[in-house]
């Protein structure tokens, strides 16, 4: 799961936008889940301290345990695939 707190427009719609490339599923506005350890990828986790740097923003990254995430409940139009973010389907119909 990733949090962040960035005031700046442009910087934020890019994490936002990068988080969804890489697979992460919204669940708030600056609520993303996803099943990549953020902090391992040599390439992105750099460009990322680099933007909330930039910002003074602030990042939180929580490894959440399969019981956890299958536990999460969502009010409102959203669509996640729990299943995919777990791992445990490598597929996604859209």
């Given amino acids: 799961m990733v949090l962040y707190d960035i005031t700046n427009n442009s910087i934020r719609k890019r994490i936002a936008n990068r988080l969804i490339a890489e697979g992460y599923e919204r669940l708030q506005l600056s609520v993303y889940l996803g099943n990549k350890n953020l902090k ?32 999460i409940h969502l009010e409102g139009e959203q669509m996640i695939d729990f299943e995919y973010l777990l791992g445990q389907k490598f597929c996604m119909f859209v």
């Fill in 40 to 71: 391992n990828d040599k390439k992105l986790w750099p460009v990322f301290c680099q933007w909330i740097e930039k910002d003074n923003g602030k990042m939180a990254i929580m490894k959440l345990p399969p019981t956890v995430v299958q536990n």
